[in-house]
């Protein structure tokens, strides 16, 4: 059973241009949440998209966003990169969505994204 | 609101000695708790899962965990340390209702020697 995929793994871009990070999550689940993960902050939540609906939203910015497949992939977009963007963006699969019920979330290994 | 602390940084142990890596958590409802491994370079790995069942929780490569609801705590053991378990590990709490995602505590370094 194939994991979680995330592309591309590394990326560097320039201040002002913008990104798109992909995630396939493991076929059959239906909840997509995305993390960004720096030395400084640690793991922080970005937001959850559970069949196309994003359920829940963390404490960043308007230029992240992001999208729910029908086939549950999931793309999220950064526009007007800024240097502090510059992070190891994770996505998490699970079968259902992710609350007090959730047994487990699965990682994939993560897209480096460095901006210059 | 629901937080996680890891109590360490930094945890440092020599081969074939005993793991405790601990980690406290605040949740206002009965609370899902896991441990996470993260290799250098690579996505995070689930250990092991408490889900309300058994206090005592084993998970992967001889670790396990025990959740005391009393201290509101939830450590990581292992009796004797590999060279492989160098790693960081998380400590993660999801919640009830609004509380739907998963919260990360900081990490614990874990560092093995020969």
């Known amino acids: 059973k194939a994991g979680v995929t995330q592309t591309p793994r590394y990326l560097i871009k320039t201040r002002g241009q913008q990104v798109t990070l992909s995630c396939s999550p493991i076929s059959g689940h239906r909840s997509v949440s995305w993390y960004q993960q720096t030395p400084g902050q640690g793991l922080q939540f970005l937001f959850e998209?559970?069949?196309?609906?994003?359920?829940n939203k963390g404490n960043f910015p308007g230029r992240f966003s992001g999208r729910q497949f029908s086939n549950s992939r999931s793309e999220m977009n950064v526009s007007t990169l800024e240097l502090g963007d510059s992070a190891l963006y994770l996505c998490?699969?699970?079968?259902?969505?992710?609350?007090?019920?959730?047994?487990?979330?699965?990682f994939g290994q993560g897209t480096r994204l460095t901006v210059v | 609101a629901q937080s996680v602390t890891q109590l360490d940084s930094h945890v440092s142990v020599s081969e074939g000695t005993p793991v405790l890596l601990r980690c406290n958590y605040s949740?206002?409802?009965?609370?899902?708790l896991f441990w996470y491994v993260q290799h250098p370079n690579k996505g995070l790995q689930l250990l092991l899962k408490?889900?309300?069942?058994?206090?005592l929780v084993k998970g992967i490569n001889g670790f396990e965990a025990e959740f005391k609801k009393s201290e509101t705590s939830f450590h990581l053991t292992k009796p004797s340390a590999h060279m492989s378990d160098a790693a960081e590990y998380f400590c993660?709490?999801?919640?009830?209702?609004?509380?739907?995602?998963?919260?990360f505590g900081k990490g614990t370094m874990l560092l093995v020697s020969p």
């Open positions: 998209y559970f069949s196309e609906t994003q359920r």
């Open positions: 998490a699969s699970s079968f259902g969505p992710q609350d007090r019920w959730t047994t487990e979330a699965f």
């Open positions: 408490y889900t309300s069942a058994a206090t």
């Open positions: 949740s206002s409802y009965s609370p899902s």
């Open positions: 993660v709490v999801t919640g009830g209702p609004g509380y739907s995602t998963l919260t």
